[in-house]
Nanobody
């Protein structure tokens, strides 16, 4: 069984930064492809970024490119999402999700989900 625990959400002003972390545990955690999704109020959940077991990263939102950075610590099975220059439209609940093999922006492709962490960007 795989467990995912997110942390690092909070409240920031526009232009601020947050670093989210997703800690994966379980016997197969090192074999997981990990993705970040977000869901804003009243909107559907959308894929943000994904990293596979070879540390190949794919961003799915043009709006975050250049502002968000993904890194993976394979030794600790933790993925970090560094979010800089945050904008009000970045607000929402951010979820970490895991699957095997290839990255995907489709949430139904993921087998495991964390509980989510709230990100609020407000002046």
């Amino acid at each position: 069984q795989v467990q995912l625990v997110e942390s690092g959400g909070g409240v920031v002003h526009p232009g601020g930064s947050l670093r989210l972390a997703c800690a994966a545990s379980g016997s197969t955690s090192s074999s997981l492809t990990l993705g970040w999704f977000r869901q804003a109020p009243g909107k559907e959940r959308e894929g943000v970024v994904c990293v596979d077991t070879h540390n190949s990263t794919t961003f799915y939102l043009d709006s975050v490119k250049g502002r968000f950075t993904l890194s993976r610590d394979n030794a600790k099975d933790i993925v970090y999402l560094q979010m800089d220059n945050l904008k009000p439209e970045d607000r929402g609940v951010y979820y970490c999700a895991a699957k095997f093999m290839l990255c995907s922006r489709r949430q139904f492709m993921y087998d495991y989900w964390g509980q989510g962490t709230q990100v609020t960007v407000s002046s």
